[in-house]
Every structure is written in C-alpha cells, then in structure tokens.
RNA sequence: GCCGCGUUGGUCAAGGGGUUAAGACGCCUCCCUUUCACGGAGGAAUCACGGGUUCGAAUCCCGUACGUGGUACCA
C-alpha cells in the first residue's frame, strides 16, 4: 500500500476560522496516524479573493495548535510549488486534454448572457437552472457551435471558459468514510466551469490535478463539498485517473450556537467568543480580531475541544493530548452530523488543562501575561508557587492576572465597606498583636501563620472566621483569592505587616470620620 | 424551487433490535471551605413525528416535518 498523504488545501481568504482547524486537525490526526504526509496547499485561484497576509497566517495559526504541515509553500517537497497560482499552466493542459477526449468543451457565453438563461429557465418554471445538459445546445459553445466556428472565435481570441460535460442519465456512486455509499444522479450536476477566462483552473478542476500529481490518498474535507463530489469523481474518471482516486470523507459542519447556518467568520464578534486560532489582524478593515490564544486559550485545549467536536473515541475520555489523539483517532467514528459550537464547553477544556498542567508547563505562557501588564518576574521560583497556588481557579491564562496581581502589586482599593459594619476596638487590637507576633517570626511559612493567627483569635476570644475576611482583604483588597495564609507566606513578612498596617489606618480614619 | 446530507436532554454525545437510554458542559440543591474556586454527593432535562417490519424498535424500512449544505468564471 502506498503512504498515505493527505492535505489541507485552505483558500487564503482571511482568518483561518474554527472549522478550517478543525478540518486540518482530523488531516493531520489521519496522516500522522497511518505515519503519513500531511500537505498544506495554497488554493489561490481566485485573484479577486486573495488577502495578503493570509497564507503566513494559515501557517501560524496551525503552528500554535502543533500542526505542522510535512510540505507546504514554506517547506518545499517534492511535489512543489504548493500554491495553485504557481501551478497555473498545469491546470489548462488537462483541461484541453479533456475537450480533446469529449468530456469538456469550451464555452463562449458571457455573464449576462448566462444571467439571462437562469431568467428564462425560472420564467418557464424550470426546477433546474443550472447550465447543463438539457440546455447546453441551446448556448454559445463548442458543441453547438462548428468547428470552424469554435476555432474562429479561438483564433480572435475571444474569451472562454472550458467547462466539463456531464453525461445524462448516469448514476455517480462513491464510497465516503463517514458517510458509506453515496448515490447521485449526473441530471442534477450542471457543467461545471473547469478553467475560467483567466486561465486559472475552479476549485473542481485544481483539486483533482493537484490531488493526483501530490499523490494524495485520502481526501478529506467539509461537507459543503459533498455535492460537487459527483464532479471530481468524474473528472478523475475522465482524465484517467481513477485507479489513482483517492478515498474521501467529508466532515460534518461546525454550526452557530444560536442556530442557523454554519459558524462563519462574523460570528465571533457577535456571538462574544473568538473564531480564530491565533489574532487576525484583518488588512480590509484594519480591524485586529482576537483568537482563541488571545483571551488565554491553551493550545492544548483548543486542538482538544475541537477534535471533540464530531469526534470521540466511544470512552468516556474527554482530555486528550495530541499525541493521544493521534493514537486514537479514526475517520469511522467522526460524526456525520454537524455540531454547534459551545463556547461555554470550550471553557471547561481550558480549565481542565490548566489544572493538569504544572506551575512549570503553565509559567512561559503566565509570565507573558504578567509582562504585558508591565511586571516582571525576578523571583522565577516564587512565581512556580504563585501559578501552583492559584491554577485551579483559572480557567483562562488571563485569569491568573486577577488571580494573583496582588502578589506583585499592592493593591490599589481596599474594600473597607465590607470590614467597616463588624468592625470594633477588640478586633483592632487583635491585628495589632498579629502584627507584634508575626514581626518576631523567624520562620515565615503558612502552616505556622495558621497557628499563631488561631492562637490569638482564642486568647482574644473573638472566632476565626470573624478575623479572616479582614484579614484577606487587608493582604488582597477584596474576598477573592486563595487561603489568606498561603498568600501571606508567599507575600512575605514585611510585606504582610505592611499590609495590615495600611487597612489599619484606613479604618481608624473610617472610624474617626464616623 | 431542485439536489445532497443529517435528526438521542438547552449544548456536546455513548448506545446501531431486548439497557433503569452512559458520560460531559451548562443549570439547580446539598457537603467541604467562615472569600471565591477546586473537590464530593444528589437533582431536573432526551430517542422529531407518522406508518410499517418484528414476539420486541432509539436502533431496520418508508413517508412527513425540521435543520443544514449545494445550486458562481468562490472556495
């Protein structure tokens, strides 16, 4: 059996959205799997379309996910060039090759007039509009034209386009991985325009040239492209091919979570949620749209929560590492169904990776979190304690700026009003003796600032639990954070005296005020 | 309109003739924790509808409805 080689061919168009990695993902599982060759090819036959920028961009954003490509237009093989602008004057070989077989010819009608068939075809109440062959004598092209006609309007250069002749009355049967046998009926298959007037191949020429000479041999993609399938088949069939097609699958859609339709690029911003791997900064609107990295995805779990999403391996195992993935992964079991998407489900993979990573895994990604805010981490030991602490309540990277800002910075307001209605003389004087005990400290760690801090609550015989809201709130500023004596001990002697001593004064000035 | 694909709780889903129809997210209750999370224990909530086939259907077949994709010199 030969190696298997599949490819992701994205157009590059804009952003690669959700669906585009998730679809390069089950390639690249697919490849890596069966120890094949997973391509990346630039489909940019549609000048009009093109968005500089976007194929660097496709090639980061697979990049942060882990997905990378074995060949591509940066990493030449030996089937290159691997942008499809660059391969133009393969594409008008074969299709010629396929007008001088029968099974294409050349068409010289223009838009309007192609306009003005699908308005008489909808006038006569015609279910089919398409261009095909029930009316393709009816129009300008070479088979209703002579051969003398034909090359007249060749010869003065008059533009064409080359499109395929789909026979009547046949049945195209093919065999989709997820999908098993599908049956379709060459009546409800237009002719298909192979090579535009610019000489550059449509997506259904381009794909089946590019597929057999890289040799590819599973091709899998989303299930917008089932019903053009009939057309490869057949071109494979016409050019030759056919021992050499390769075995399809088509994916199942990722879907809006508010209904209709399947998610598209614009949902993101309307929706609250990014569609994107990494940011794209959009050249057309010079809008910079954030990705899924941005608001403090793992890409550990963004490959993860899409894999999930049309695919499970019949366990109840939910995390998995790429690695696992690609040993686990199989076509057979990936739905044929679309999925919304669930943003609120993608949070939960976040939260569970961060919770499994260590303070180590986690540190490279937190400190540049810490650095955007203009703090820098000198005490790289200290910060591994400070992410341990604090990593359960993340559920975002970004979280563990509000998680833990306050380990580095003092904090700006303290919540006095929530200290201020039980707050009294015994309680202050407490504090005051915390702070007498805490100063002749000669060890500085949780378990003991427990104990003594319990120790003096009964002396003073007020109950714990009345002291520790104040007490956090003096280290942090508010009630939020991790156990206030794990965040003194990590914040340090001085700096917990210091601390005390601030809310101190604060509310005696509340006091004397009132 | 026509053609294709699909349909198990709100969402992701297991299950593919006999199950009390898993599990997860989200939601609710309780426990733990005198912050909030984490963790633990519970709860509400599902086989789109109608016909067949069968002793027996969520599972197989047909129809309907609904969803979704295609119907471009876009991919």
């Keep these: 059996m030969s190696k298997v080689r599949v490819r992701f061919a994205p157009s590059p168009t804009g952003g690669l959205h959700l669906g585009g990695v998730r679809t390069a993902l089950y390639n690249y599982l697919f490849a890596k799997k069966h120890n094949g060759d997973f391509v990346l090819r630039i489909e940019d036959t549609d000048q009009g379309r093109y968005v500089p920028g976007a194929e660097q961009y496709i090639i980061d954003s697979l990049a942060w996910c882990g997905i990378l490509p074995d060949e591509g237009p940066h990493k030449e093989g030996d089937y290159a060039p691997y942008r499809q602008s660059e391969r133009k004057n393969f594409y008008k070989e074969y299709a010629e090759d396929l007008v001088k077989k029968g099974h294409a010819y050349y068409a010289f009608d223009t838009p309007e007039e192609i306009e003005a068939l699908r308005e008489k075809l ?4 015609k279910s089919n ?25 060749l010869d003065a250069n008059f533009p064409y ?22 049956h379709m009926d060459t009546n409800s298959v237009d002719d298909k325009v192979l090579l535009k007037a610019d000489g550059m191949p449509t997506y259904h020429l381009a794909v089946v040239v590019d597929d057999y000479l890289m040799k590819i041999t599973h091709a899998f993609r989303g299930e917008e492209w089932l019903p053009s399938a009939p057309v490869h088949i057949l071109l494979w069939k016409y050019l030759g091919w056919k021992d050499h097609m390769p075995q399809w699958a088509h994916f199942p859609l990722i879907l809006k979570p508010d209904g209709n339709g399947k998610l598209s690029k614009r949902d993101g911003e309307r929706l609250g949620f990014p569609v994107f791997s990494i940011g794209w900064n959009d050249p057309a609107t010079g809008d910079l749209l954030k990705g899924f990295k941005d608001i403090g995805f793992m890409p550990e779990a963004f490959i993860n929560m899409l894999a999930l999403l049309g695919w499970n391996d019949g366990t109840e195992q939910e995390i998995f590492s790429l690695e696992e ?35 180590a895994q986690l540190e490279p990604a937190v400190k540049e979190i810490f650095q955007e805010k203009n703090i820098a981490i000198s005490d790289e030991n200290k910060f591994k304690q400070i992410i341990a602490l604090v990593k359960d309540r993340c559920t975002l990277l970004t979280d563990f700026w509000e998680q833990s800002n306050f380990f580095f910075i003092t904090p700006g307001a303290i919540d006095t009003g929530s200290i201020l209605p039980k707050w009294n003389a015994s309680k202050n004087l407490f504090f005051v003796e915390l702070i007498n005990t805490y100063k002749l400290s000669t060890t500085w760690v949780a378990t003991e600032l427990e104990h003594t801090f319990k120790e003096i609550t009964s002396m003073h015989r007020i109950k714990p639990g009345e002291l520790l809201l104040p007490f956090r709130i003096m280290l942090v500023g508010g009630k939020y954070g991790p156990g206030v004596f794990e965040i003194s001990s990590l914040l340090g002697k001085e700096e917990t005296i210091k601390r005390i001593q601030h809310t101190l004064s604060l509310l005696a000035g509340n006091n004397a005020k009132g």
């Design 161 to 182: 386009v080359i499109r395929i002749k789909i026979e009547r009355d046949q049945f195209v049967s093919f065999k989709d991985m997820i999908r098993g046998d599908i």
């Design 122 to 125: 909808k006038a006569q109440g």
């Design 129 to 153: 509009l398409q261009y095909g062959h029930h009316v393709r004598l009816d129009m300008k092209n070479s088979l209703s034209l002579s051969g003398e006609e034909t090359q007249a309007l």
């Design 325 to 359: 993935l690609i040993e686990k992964f199989s076509i057979e079991r990936v739905h044929s169904s679309g999925a919304k998407f669930d943003f609120e489900k993608g949070k939960w993979f976040n939260h569970e990776w961060i919770k499994r990573s260590t303070a």
